[in-house]
């Protein structure tokens, strides 16, 4: 057992400061990956709430069987998954990115991580963009497992378990995923 899931089975005794140290622990990382889910600072801060508000609500039926991070991301993934279902209408909407200059102000929107990623380490400005297009139009399981992979760090097994699929459907799910999104932006490599 993890030292989370014995943390979070002390919430389940009640013990309330337990949980608070698993939120704190945790918080920032989940509007970071809601964020990269909803490309929307204050649904991802909402998102994460409610992922949160979840976990304490089922603190008397939690049972240790998985890592604790493995079944966090698990209910994110759902909300974001759900969130992005019933939202589809709404898609055309504007989106902030994290990069992007606000023209009024000349700031960028405060972040819930504020450390660069390798993504922005290594893609600037339209490459980023282009990236991140093609990554949101992966099918939901695909573009979950690349989200869960590249940006919070998940091995295959995590994130077969947050999806409920074997290791090596995990290994083959995200394989196609990042073949497809190869094909999809060869062109806009070769062209600049």
Known sequence: MDEDS???????????AAFNSLVEKYH??????MFRMVHNQAIAEELAQEVFLRVY???????????????????????GVN????????????????DEQDAETGTTPDVADAR????QDLVQGERLKAI???????????????????YQGLDYKQIGEVLKLSESATKSLL??????????????VEEN
């Open 6 to 16: 014995a943390i979070m089975l002390q919430v389940r005794a009640g013990d309330d």
């Open 28 to 33: 920032r990382p989940i509007i970071h990956f």
């Open 57 to 79: 609500r089922s603190r008397e039926t939690y049972r240790a069987e998985a890592r604790f991070s493995t079944w966090l991301y698990r209910i994110a993934t759902n909300l």
């Open 83 to 98: 969130h992005a279902r019933d939202t589809r209408h709404e898609r055309n909407a504007h989106t902030v990115y994290l």
């Open 116 to 119: 660069p990623t390798a993504e």
């Open 132 to 150: 991140r297009q093609q990554i949101m139009a992966l099918p939901e399981r695909q573009r979950s497992a690349v989200l869960m992979h590249k």
């Open 175 to 188: 394989f196609r995923a990042y073949q497809t999104l190869r094909e999809r932006l060869k062109s806009f």
